[in-house]
Nanobody, 120 residues
Framework: VQLQASGGGLVQAGGSLRLSCTAS????????MGWFRQAPGKEREFVAL????????VYSDSVKGRFTISRDIAENTGYLQMNSLKSEDTAVYYC??????????????WGQGTQVTVSS
């Protein structure tokens, strides 16, 4: 599975962005899809995940209520809608596919990352 993340950019605090993660190669519909982020000088951290069917989602406490993860099985694409963005959301965002959970080791496939910068 090859993953391509896109949709990052520069946005003012309080604004919104929608990230996309497009899969090619083997279908990633049988995998849990996750989003992680990594700020400069920090470890990569879990943001959100969605089950293969889309019926279950999990969010980190820092984004709960502001971010929404979704996936379009027919399009082999996943999304992360980010609202009410804060400066602390600034990071490189990565999509991943794997067996699930909040740890990076549980994900076998990773996109290249897309930069999100929130100005205050």
């Amino acid at each position: 599975v090859q993953l391509q993340a896109s949709g990052g950019g520069l946005v003012q605090a309080g604004g919104s962005l929608r990230l996309s993660c497009t899969a090619s190669g083997r279908t990633f519909n049988y995998y849990v899809m996750g989003w992680f982020r990594q700020a400069p000088g920090k470890e990569r951290e879990f943001v959100a995940l969605i089950s293969w069917s889309g019926g279950a989602t999990v969010y980190s406490d820092s984004v709960k209520g502001r971010f929404t993860i979704s996936r379009d099985i027919a399009e082999n694409t996943g999304y992360l809608q980010m609202n009410s963005l804060k400066s602390e959301d600034t990071a490189v965002y990565y999509c991943a596919a794997g067996s699930g959970g909040v740890f990076t080791a549980r994900y076998s496939f990773w996109g290249q990352g897309t930069q999100v910068t929130v100005s205050s």
